[in-house]
């Protein structure tokens, strides 16, 4: 069964479209990268995946793509939204069920972020942008390894071999599967959905 629903959020309403497996034993509540939609094809294989695994989904649009908008926020808007979503989805749709949170690229970073605050039980990062790109000026930028490094649950980062933001690295319940392509994650989709699949059998 699929459910769409908009839910406030103190930045405007976000969108949940919500997958349901038939007799869910935990739910995985995912979102988007920063110029995307919930349409991305990686997001799409892990969905299929989840729902074989009993685990119910909901992708996740923040408030800015459902106004319309295609340039992300600041984190001050992106986690707060994020949060109001979570907790909205734990009282009521999918209540009672181990929520685990995620998403790719920019929306692995709000998971991360928010993962202790909103309870989350598991982490899963799809495409990972661990190092930005350089600035105007040449110089580096630092590096998001502590956002990583701050989740205090399993974890799982599907990474491409080719990815232009970097690899991160395995450590603790920290784990990195790499597979073909870059961070598009189109290169390998069957590689993809058995490394959520494996994954999410810990749950």
């Excluded at 930045?11 to 038939?22: C, E, K, S, V, Y």
Aim: charged residues 20%; proline residues 7%; neutral net charge.
């Amino acid at each position: 069964m699929t459910q769409t629903i908009d839910i406030d959020t103190p930045h405007g309403p976000a969108r949940a479209h919500l997958h349901h497996a038939q007799k869910p034993r935990a739910a995985l509540v995912l979102g988007h990268g920063a110029g995307g939609g919930v349409e991305a094809p990686d997001l799409k294989a892990a969905t299929a995946e989840a729902l074989e695994r009993a685990v119910s989904v909901a992708l996740v649009e923040q408030p800015y793509r459902v106004a319309g908008k295609k340039s992300s926020p600041r984190p001050n808007q992106l986690d707060p939204a994020w949060l109001a979503v979570t907790a909205r989805l734990a009282g009521h749709e999918l209540e009672g069920l181990p929520q685990i949170t995620g998403g790719r690229s920019a929306g692995a970073r709000v998971a991360c972020r928010t993962a202790a605050e909103g309870g989350a039980v598991g982490v899963l990062c799809l495409a990972f942008p661990l190092q930005p790109p350089a600035r105007k000026d040449g110089s580096q930028s630092d590096s998001r390894q502590g956002e990583l490094d701050a989740v205090g649950v399993p974890m799982l980062v599907v990474q491409g071999v080719k990815d232009r933001f970097g690899m991160p690295t395995s450590a603790g319940d920290r784990r990195v599967v790499e597979i073909k392509g870059d961070h598009s994650l189109r290169g390998d989709a069957e590689a993809l959905r058995n490394a959520v699949g494996e994954w999410l059998s810990i749950f």
